[in-house]
């Protein structure tokens, strides 16, 4: 029995400290969070991402290379515009409240995970430099580098994608009227 006892009495010596620096971790790994997407900001971006979903941009975006799709559009476009608004109405609808419920789960899993992968020490030293005047900066201009970057390679890449969606064209229509043939003339 004594030594149980001395058994359990080394294992919680032992875990203390590693749990001591996990809540610490966790702690450092908040505050890093915090600092890197404050809550507000990201429910702004939540916002703006779903008005754009509920313009009907996502839906146009996933049919634009679609030629019945652009051939559908040309022939009464304020109609076609109505449509698209519905439907990303109705997509924005559907997704928002799991995108809404995303937001703190994943800021949640976020924390845990740089809580496993660094020390308090080390989420703090991180914390430090995103304060110091070269942090603050390219926290404030990693927004426009990813953008210039996208807008470069949509440059480069564009014409070409855009390129290889139309000569894929006639093959998805082909498939499509597969699964949607036109109705016979008498029925």
Same mark, same amino acid.
């Not at 294992?11 to 890197?36: E, F, H, I």
């Not at 702004?44 to 996502?58: F, H, M, N, T, W």
């Not at 440059?155 to 043939?181: D, N, T, V």
């Given at each position: 029995?004594?030594?149980?006892?001395?058994?359990?009495?080394?294992?919680?010596?032992?875990?203390?400290?590693?749990?001591?620096? #996990?809540?610490?971790?966790?702690?450092?790994?908040?505050?890093?969070?915090?600092?890197?997407?404050?809550?507000?900001?990201?429910?702004?971006?939540?916002?703006?991402?779903? &008005?754009?979903?509920?313009?009907?941009?996502?839906?146009?975006?996933?049919?634009?290379?679609? @030629?019945?799709?652009?051939?559908?559009?040309?022939?009464?476009?304020?109609?076609?515009?109505?449509? *698209?608004?519905?439907?990303?109405?109705?997509?924005?609808?559907?997704?928002?409240?799991?995108?809404?419920?995303?937001?703190?789960?994943?800021?949640?899993?976020? *924390?845990?995970? /740089?809580?496993?992968?660094?020390?308090?020490?080390?989420?703090?030293? *991180?914390?430090?430099? /995103?304060?110091?005047?070269?942090?603050?900066?390219?926290?404030?201009?990693?927004?426009?580098?990813?953008?210039?970057?996208?807008?470069?390679?949509?440059?480069?890449?564009? @014409?070409?994608?855009?390129?290889?969606?139309?000569? &894929?064209?006639?093959?998805?229509?082909?498939?499509?009227?597969?699964?949607?043939?036109?109705?016979?003339? #008498?029925?």
């Amino acid at each position: 029995m004594r030594a149980r006892v001395a058994f359990l009495a080394l294992v919680w010596v032992g875990a203390s400290p590693a749990a001591a620096q #996990g809540a610490d971790s966790v702690a450092a790994a908040t505050r890093l969070v915090a600092l890197l997407a404050p809550e507000a900001v990201e429910r702004q971006q939540l916002e703006r991402q779903l &008005a754009q979903i509920r313009s009907g941009a996502a839906i146009r975006a996933m049919f634009a290379g679609n @030629p019945r799709f652009r051939q559908e559009a040309a022939k009464n476009p304020p109609a076609f515009d109505q449509a *698209i608004a519905r439907m990303g109405a109705i997509q924005a609808d559907a997704v928002g409240p799991v995108m809404r419920e995303m937001l703190p789960a994943t800021r949640k899993a976020t *924390i845990a995970a /740089y809580a496993r992968a660094f020390t308090a020490a080390e989420l703090d030293q *991180i914390a430090a430099f /995103y304060r110091t005047p070269a942090g603050a900066k390219f926290l404030r201009t990693q927004p426009q580098v990813q953008a210039e970057v996208a807008r470069q390679i949509g440059q480069q890449f564009g @014409p070409r994608m855009e390129a290889a969606h139309k000569s &894929a064209g006639p093959r998805i229509e082909a498939e499509l009227r597969k699964l949607f043939p036109a109705p016979s003339p #008498g029925g």
